[in-house]
């Protein structure tokens, strides 16, 4: 970063964009266009230390199709504007979810028992 002037010691601990990164949207959907780029490595990082990850409402249909194709399928819903586990909770079908999802924008993955 031309911009910034080092110094001796110096850190810097603010770099453009990065804030983004931590928006629960925004990395959802990194995260799905990462694994279809298909990198055998990233996925399989991904399928050992990431959950089954989608953003409602925008991966609605895919939400649908995925809880449809399992038994018995629990999510945990984590809305975008939430923090400290505000607004979070856990459905089963997808009725259950599009009925308690109010929220504009919200993180849903596959429920993990015991990480």
């Given at each position: 970063f031309p911009e910034v002037k080092k110094h001796e010691g110096a850190v810097i601990s603010r770099y453009p964009g990065l804030g983004d990164l931590c928006e629960k949207t925004v990395q959802?959907?990194?995260?799905?266009?990462?694994?279809?780029?298909q990198n055998e490595e990233f996925?399989?990082?991904?399928d050992t230390h990431v959950p089954t990850t989608f953003v409602y409402p925008s991966d609605m249909d895919a939400i649908e199709q995925w809880m449809g194709q399992k038994k018995v399928t629990t999510v945990i819903?984590?809305?975008?504007?939430?923090?400290?586990g505000d607004g979070i909770f856990i459905a089963q079908k997808f009725r259950d979810?599009?009925?308690?999802?109010?929220?504009?924008?919200?993180v849903v993955q596959k429920y993990i028992t015991k990480p």
């Open positions: 959802g959907h990194y995260f799905t266009r990462l694994r279809a780029l996925n399989t990082f991904c819903v984590k809305p975008e504007q939430g923090s400290q979810l599009s009925l308690r999802c109010t929220h504009k924008e919200a």
